[in-house]
């Protein structure tokens, strides 16, 4: 009998540049998709995916031009359907990695509705949502995150609407998992794509990105590095919520609300400051949390890294157990057998 050789397959290591396509990058000088970009490759790269068995999904907008810039799998598909296409292929193929790169007008106005139905069926899929607060690609229209009074090209007197905020709809839609990042800061967006990626199920990560030519500077508060560390907080679960230029400023319960303090001043204490727990099943304090620093919370700074990170089953593993269950009950029929003589037919003279 011959000997039986074991041959240990290499397990090949992954660079950044080895996610990057040949394409030249079409977007404009500075823009902060750019940075995105950049952040995907690392993060894909720290992860090892294979790019063989990764697949980039986008619908229509700039941030949907990202596709091209990927050395894996790719649709750039049409507006508003990027995921319900993503879902597609993660219930047809559970074993991809599946990521979508969608903007606030591709996602929140006319994907609206598969936002919020795959954030409720729980896909797993890694969604990466570019907020500018413009439509960038058509020219400088308001878009649904744009703050009501906001001056745009279709709106010249001011927008009478109210916007959403992507964190809100998540929470709404029961989502699992919801981090935030800038544009500018690549070590935090790197590190909560990795953590949305390992996440099973569908997890949310808003991208808050700059759009230089016709909303530039819109989250200038936030990603300034002048006065950055007065106004982010940088979440770690497990980990004080505490932030500012010095780290002596802190979140903590007031009533109902969450209120920003100075450790050493009114009686509050190191004590007194929260601890970051993105696994709690109930979203009251997450939700809290991601709305900081949003519109009317303006005094308290805005939350960025991984906000919610909590375990549940996801839509394709189930999917393909309740097929496996049924599959099991029931012999595979043949055609025949399964539509010519099922019973259910017709016979025209």
Known sequence: MANTLNIKAETLIYNPKDYKSTNNVKWCPGCGDHA??????????????????TVMVSGIGCSSRLTYYMNT???????????????GMKVANPKLNIWVSTGDGDSLAIGGNHF??????????????????IYGLTKGQFSPTSERGFVAKS???????DPFRPAELCFGARGKFFGRAIDVDLKNLTNTLVSASKHKGAAVVEVLQNCVIFNDGIHNKFSNRSWRKE??????????MIFGDNNDKGIVIDGWNLKAITIGEDGYTLDD?????????????????????????HNLPIALGVIRDVEAPTYEVEQEKQIKKAQAKSPKLTFEEFIMNSGNVWEVK
């Open 73 to 87: 799998y790719g649709i750039h598909s049409i507006h508003g359907r990027a995921l319900p296409i993503a879902t």
């Open 36 to 53: 995105v970009l950049n952040c995907i490759h690392r993060a894909m790269a720290e992860l090892n995916l294979e790019p063989d068995n």
């Open 116 to 133: 919020i139905h795959t954030i409720r069926r729980n896909v797993d899929l890694t969604i990466i949502l570019f907020n500018n607060k």
């Open 273 to 297: 400051v929260l601890v970051h727990d993105s696994s709690i099943e109930n979203d009251t304090l997450h939700e809290k949390l991601a709305l900081m620093g949003v519109e009317e919370n």
């Open 155 to 161: 709106a010249p007197y001011g927008t009478v609407e």
């Open 231 to 240: 106004n982010t907080i940088l979440l770690q679960h497990g980990e004080k």
